[in-house]
T-cell receptor, first 112, second 111 residues
Framework: GENVEQHPSTLSVQEGDSAVIKCTYS??????FPWYKQELGKRPQLIID?????GEKKDQRIAVTLNKTAKHFSLHITETQPEDSAVYFC???????????FGTGTSLTVIP | SQTIHQWPATLVQPVGSPLSLECTVE??????LYWYRQAAGRGLQLLFY??????ISSEVPQNLSASRPQDRQFILSSKKLLLSDSGFYLC??????????FGPGTRLTVT
């Protein structure tokens, strides 16, 4: 089955700096890669996703890159703000009807 | 628009008692449904997923079971709770476009 690894497990950055979280996957058939943000005590919220037919996707301050050859994808947050502090999870899936495999999470702290 | 509901929101149960958590989705048909458990400060553990009525796939051997009696209803059950069953239980669904959306969760404490 699929194995998703996520690094780092914790990350602290100064407000305004960039944050990068990286994930690797093992199943070359995986073709959908979402990222979730989970604030304390709340449900994970989908913040951005990428499908295997593109290499990069951007939405305001967040972007995701995908390298299919190397089987890794990354989340980039620019101009970080205190409200970006949360746990971020990456995931991989083969698509509709298949399960999602989640990374172990990255706890991001943005220091004001 | 689609909405996912879970109840109860919080639950405190003694060891050995039964459990029933319910998840329903509105505004869609034939969704894929999932149950996850999240221990305090930990990641998401997939427990069960279902692609249709009566179709349940189990990912981890547990004292838990799942059922899907209706198209948009997914139930997580246990006959006898263990202390280790404490956690945040999340139901999720996936439309045909593949994104996965989570319900508000049930926080279960087994005492």
């Amino acid at each position: 089955g699929e194995n998703v690894e996520q690094h780092p497990s914790t990350l602290s950055v100064q407000e305004g700096d960039s944050a990068v979280i990286k994930c690797t996957y093992s199943d070359s058939a995986s073709n959908y890669f979402p990222w979730y943000k989970q604030e304390l005590g709340k449900r994970p919220q989908l913040i951005i996703d990428i499908r295997s037919n593109v290499g990069e996707k951007k939405d305001q301050r967040i972007a995701v890159t995908l390298n299919k050859t190397a089987k890794h994808f990354s989340l980039h947050i620019t101009e970080t703000q205190p409200e970006d502090s949360a746990v971020y999870f990456c995931a991989a899936s083969r698509g509709t009807g298949n399960q999602f495999y989640f990374g172990t999470g990255t706890s991001l702290t943005v220091i004001p | 628009s689609q909405t996912i509901h879970q109840w109860p929101a919080t639950l405190v149960q003694p060891v050995g008692s039964p459990l029933s958590l319910e998840c329903t989705v509105e505004g869609t048909s034939n969704p894929n449904l999932y149950w996850y458990r999240q221990a305090a400060g930990r990641g998401l553990q997939l427990l069960f997923y279902s692609v249709g009525i009566g179709q349940i796939s189990s990912e981890v051997p547990q004292n838990l079971s799942a059922s899907r009696p209706q198209d948009r209803q997914f139930i997580l059950s246990s006959k006898k709770l263990l202390l280790s069953d404490s956690g945040f239980y999340l139901c999720a669904w996936t439309p045909s476009t593949r994104e996965q959306y989570f319900g508000p969760g049930t926080r279960l404490t087994v005492t």
